[in-house]
């Protein structure tokens, strides 16, 4: 029969496996490049992430908190553009622009909100105990994903049509595509906790 103290060896071995592994697996591109897989966009992925292996090494956490920085910077940068062609412009368009701006400062507002759940995982300071854990996490994918909604909006105030706003619906399109990332990457890690 197997001892206790056996079984116990075996758990713990098992359960470091992932974490240790050789030297093929423990490679931060390998996981972000297999991480991002289950991504929407995963040649976006990899490559707005591969400056952050150093700091995410293997972790699906920290992974996806460097992904949400990374699409809090494209949401500031479609919003700089936004604002700064709504100076010049009215009507219709003037209008769509102002909208859009807000829309992308609640979306931007959501996303800080997502990686302030993310950070405090694991913190001392907010013990809670697995349950408050999970309620974090699951704070994180709602704040994100209403990101994305926001961003939808501000789109849809388009309506497609104004060709003057192109290169503000682009920047736009390329935040929604890194905030879809986010939130895929911050699914993995809830779905593997
Ligand atoms: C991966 O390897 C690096 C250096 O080779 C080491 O510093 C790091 O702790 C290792 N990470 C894991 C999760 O094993
Ligand atoms: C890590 O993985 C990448 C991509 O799969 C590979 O090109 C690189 O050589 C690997 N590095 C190490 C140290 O194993
Ligand atoms: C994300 O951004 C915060 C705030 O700027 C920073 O403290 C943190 O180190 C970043 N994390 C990663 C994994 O990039």
């Known amino acids: 029969m197997l001892s206790y103290t056996k079984f116990l060896i075996i758990l713990a071995v098992a359960a470091a496996a992932p974490i240790s592994g050789d030297s093929a697996t423990n490679n931060s591109s390998e996981f972000i490049r297999r991480s991002c897989a289950a991504t929407l966009y995963p040649d976006l992925c990899c490559s707005s992430l591969a400056p952050y292996g150093r700091a995410v090494q293997q972790s699906p956490a920290k992974l996806a908190v460097a992904a949400a920085n990374a699409s809090l910077s494209t949401i500031k940068a479609a919003s700089s553009r936004a604002a700064a062609l709504r100076r010049?412009?009215?009507?219709?368009?003037?209008?769509?622009?102002?909208?859009?701006v807000d829309s992308l400062g609640t979306a931007a507002e959501q996303t800080r909100r997502s990686v302030a759940e993310m950070e405090k995982l694991g913190s001392p300071v907010v013990a809670g105990g697995p349950a408050a854990e999970a309620w974090r996490v699951s704070n994180a994918q709602t704040w994100m994903s209403a990101a994305l909604t926001n961003e939808e909006t501000c789109l849809d105030g388009f309506d497609g049509g104004l060709p003057a706003a192109k290169a503000v619906l682009d920047g736009v399109r390329r935040a929604k595509m890194y905030t879809s990332n986010a939130l895929a990457l911050l699914n993995v890690f809830a779905h593997g906790r």
């Open 88 to 100: 010049s412009s009215g009507g219709r368009l003037g209008a769509a622009l102002r909208d859009c």
